[in-house]
Structures are given as C-alpha cells and as structure tokens.
C-alpha cells in the first residue's frame, strides 16, 4: 500500500513539474531530438573480447579514420550518401587490415538506426536513444566495441587510445553544434531525467501528441 501510495505521489510530483515548466521542457526535448538527427556514427563490434581480437578493431578504425572518405561532408545527408555509396570500400579497408594481420574473419559494413546508452568520451556525453550510425561488424561481432561520431567529424586519428570511446576535438564540436546543443553534450546530468521523462512520455501517447500540447500552452 505504501508503494503504491508513493507511486501515485511520484507521478503527481512529476505532472505538476511538467505543467510548470511545458514550454522549457519541450524545447529542451525537441533539442534532443534534434541533435539524435543531426550526426552521424562510427561503431565498429569486434569479433570478442581477446586481446588479439580487441586489437584488430582499433587497427581497422585507426586505417579507416585515416581513410579520409568523409573530408568532403559538409552536412549529415552528404556523409550518410558517402558511406552507403562507399560501403564496398569501408568493407574492404576493414577486411584488408585484418587480411595483413592473419585473420580470416568476415566484415560487414551498413548504415543502420542503432540504440545506444549514454556514451561518454573527452568532455562529450552523447545523450541515450537512437542514432544513424555507419556500423561495422567483425566476424561474430560479439566483442567489445568501438564508437564515435563520424560527422559531424569529433572522430580523432589514429593516436586515440579508449576502448569505448574517442577523443573530442573541441574546436569541431563548437562548429558544428550551437550554445544549447553544447550544454546538453557537456553537462548531461543537468539532462538526464528530464530527457528521460521525455522520451517515456513520447513512447506512451506520441511524438504528435507532445508538440501540441506546446501548441495549446496559454501564453
């Protein structure tokens, strides 16, 4: 009974924050969604978690990083045309290095909506939810992996040393997102729950359903 009694308070406590605050709530929400949209991202699963294995998945990211194949992007339609038109050539980059380094394994390469949890590397936390991502999968593909951003480019070359992550480049993230979208990515838990209410509350009555409750807010 207690349970459910403070169940009930919690979702009362939460309602009334979110009538309180409708409008920032939703502008913040729709600014998440709208930097879900407007990268793309590197992942690359290992084949496992031996050494040999985790290994060869830094070799084929450090040898595709260097590749250059998204210099000219300018814009995340221009990079998601690359790398479907390139897919070919991303597979064989990845199946040349394993080939110098005697494995046999499969790769494959496709750009595919991948769910990822919070992803932290640097100074950049990259919110929870579903991504465009250029995936890359080594044999069995049951390893640890490896993820970045691809574009806009926050990848750095070949010297990044995280297993999970990469390196940010700063001056890059700057570019390419504004002030809001910068607070979101450097102070994520200032986010979290907000972003995590959102996101229910869009699974339960909709996205639709969310923007015109903004609409009928009395100014």
Wanted: proline share 3%; glycine share 6%.
């Amino acid at each position: 009974m207690r349970k459910q009694v403070g169940a009930v308070m919690a979702a009362g406590l939460i309602l009334a924050i979110l009538i309180s605050n409708i409008g920032s709530f939703i502008s913040d929400g729709r600014k998440l969604d709208e930097l879900r949209g407007s990268v793309l991202r590197l992942h690359i699963l290992a084949n496992s978690d031996s050494e040999q294995d985790q290994r060869l998945k830094l070799m084929v990211r450090d040898k595709l990083l260097e590749s250059g194949l998204f210099e000219s992007a300018e814009s995340l339609s221009e990079a998601e045309a690359i790398a479907e038109e390139k897919l070919d050539k991303i597979t064989d980059i990845a199946e040349g290095v394993l080939r110098e380094n005697d494995c046999t394994d499969k790769v494959t390469a496709e750009l595919a909506d991948v769910d990822f949890g919070d992803r932290t590397y640097g100074d950049i936390t990259m919110p929870a939810g579903r991504y465009r991502a250029l995936r890359i999968k080594i044999g069995s593909a049951e390893g640890h992996n490896w993820w970045c951003v691809m574009y806009p480019p926050l990848c750095l070359p070949a010297a990044c040393e995280a297993e999970d992550g990469a390196g940010e480049d700063e001056s890059a993230a700057e570019a390419n997102f504004d002030e809001k979208e910068l607070d979101i990515l450097h102070k994520p838990r200032k986010y979290k729950v907000r972003f995590a209410i959102w996101d229910k509350i869009k699974s339960i009555i909709g996205d639709d359903d969310v923007q015109n409750a903004k609409n009928q807010e009395t100014p």
